[in-house]
């Protein structure tokens, strides 16, 4: 049974074009979260919502748009794809202060 | 803004040497959290300290946290290549996220 799970896991695509990435989680948790990884392996929060409410929104171009539409999910979705957002894409889970639980990760490049 | 700061940002070992990760916050933390994240992988949750002081074992990885709770440390004893990967710590904010360190990238040479 797999606990938090993303797809894809692997994208390639153009600059310019918009893509989602979908991640859903099967442990009762209240609050799920976006991070973003870099080429040095620094995990960035991009997004929190707990109970299906925004409540972290870091300094992300608005060219990500995050939704979920129950507790269980949250999906990203990038418009408008540039160079740099080639990253590592990870979506987790947890309650708040505590251990999180991390899916696979999405591998986004940019062509 | 609050941090969370961790050394060294590489480490190469020969098996069976000792290595130790240290990880540094600007402010107070209610807990610390250690993952560990394989080449490829992703963050795997390893453990949780809360009290002061406090020191937990899991087989040949010690961790401890400090005592005035804005530091910790994770040891790992004779390490083996099965130890390889990326160890991040990592403590709660005061907006509900957790900070991340920028982690300690383990190398170990058979």
């Known amino acids: 049974d797999t606990a938090v799970s993303q797809t894809p896991k692997y994208l390639v695509t153009q600059m310019g074009n918009d893509k989602s990435i979908k991640c859903e989680q099967n442990l009762g948790h209240d609050t799920m979260y976006w991070y973003k990884q870099d080429s040095k392996k620094f995990l960035k929060i991009m997004f929190s919502?707990?109970?299906?409410?925004?409540?972290i929104n870091e300094t992300v171009p608005n060219r990500f748009s995050p939704k979920s539409p129950d507790k269980a999910h949250l999906n990203l979705h990038i418009n408008s794809l540039e160079l740099g957002d080639s990253a590592v894409y990870f979506c987790a889970s947890g309650q708040i202060n505590q251990p999180q639980h991390f899916g696979d990760g999405t591998r986004l490049s940019i062509l | 803004g609050q941090q969370v700061m961790q050394i060294p940002q590489y480490q190469h070992v020969q098996e069976g040497e000792d290595f130790t990760t240290y990880c540094n916050s600007s402010?107070?933390?209610?807990?610390i959290q250690w993952y560990k994240q394989r080449p490829g992988g992703h963050p795997v949750f390893l453990i949780q300290?809360?009290?002061?002081?406090e020191v937990k074992k899991q087989k040949r990885l010690t961790f401890q946290f400090g005592e005035a709770k804005k530091n910790s440390s994770l040891h790992i004893t004779a390490t083996q290549t099965t130890d390889v990967g990326t160890y991040f710590c990592?403590?709660?904010?005061?907006?509900?996220?957790?900070?991340f360190g920028q982690g300690t990238t383990l190398q170990v040479k058979p």
């Open positions: 402010t107070t933390l209610s807990n």
């Open positions: 990592a403590g709660p904010g005061n907006t509900g996220k957790l900070i």
């Open positions: 300290l809360v009290k002061s002081g």
């Open positions: 919502y707990n109970n299906k409410e925004l409540i």
